[in-house]
């Protein structure tokens, strides 16, 4: 009688662990495409794709949530995590076109360091993610979220340096202004991993 006004079960850990995985295949394509320093056809393809798939599984988590009754944490918790998360495609994917338009030819070490730094950030917020369904793996969780920070931290570092390197070496106004936006950008990155890591550790906090 009550199912045509509930929807069927749906699982939020695993439409968050699909969303994550998207989230590592395009820090993988990323870091590939900055050790070569070049955006060929087929990877700035899919990095496109990556980015359509993470929107439609970060929509579909918020519909879901729009459409059932009782939920793992909070609701707005939820959204914030499914919205967040897809930032990190987005923001990848805005590098890849950067790179692309500005025609960007051989690989660059500064932006092969923060490709590697976002990878190690991107494997730690996927164990803190997936944590998620079980709380026997909260101090895991905790650790994975202080290595996120600890990655951002890096992050910032990477970036003063990048810019510093700019300032006193770059002497082309374009260059200039295209590799700022680049490491501006691969920087934010790693912002966005450490908010999820907050939003997580808030999520921990409020079922402890």
């Known amino acids: 009688m009550f199912g045509k006004f509930f929807p069927k079960e749906f699982n939020f850990f695993d439409f ?8 590592e295949e395009a820090c993988v394509v990323f870091k ?12 700035r393809e899919k990095m496109r794709e990556i980015e359509h798939n993470g929107d439609k599984m970060a929509y579909a988590i918020i519909d879901h949530l729009n459409k059932t009754f009782i939920t793992p944490f909070d609701r ?10 897809d930032d990190v495609n987005d923001n990848l994917n805005t590098i890849v076109s950067r790179m ?9 070490k500064l932006l092969i360091e923060f ?22 793996h ?10 996120i920070s ?3 931290s890096q992050g910032d570092r990477l970036r003063d340096e990048a810019l510093g390197w ?5 002497r082309d106004p374009f260059n200039f202004i295209k590799w700022k936006e680049i490491y501006q950008e691969a920087e934010t990155v790693l912002d966005i991993c450490k908010v999820v890591g907050h939003v997580v550790e808030t999520i921990l906090v409020k079922q402890a």
């Open 16 to 23: 968050f662990d699909k969303e994550m995985s998207y989230a």
């Open 32 to 43: 590939r495409i900055a050790e070569k320093g070049e955006v060929e056809p087929e990877e």
């Open 76 to 85: 707005e918790d939820i959204h914030s995590l499914a919205k967040i998360l």
């Open 100 to 108: 692309k338009v500005y025609k960007i030819k051989g690989p660059n």
């Open 115 to 136: 490709a590697d730094i976002i990878v190690k950030s991107v494997t730690s917020l996927g164990v803190a993610v997936r944590g998620l369904r079980d709380r026997k």
């Open 138 to 147: 909260m101090n895991k969780v905790l650790e994975s979220c202080r290595e």
């Open 150 to 152: 600890a990655y951002e």
């Open 166 to 170: 700019l300032v006193d070496n770059e």
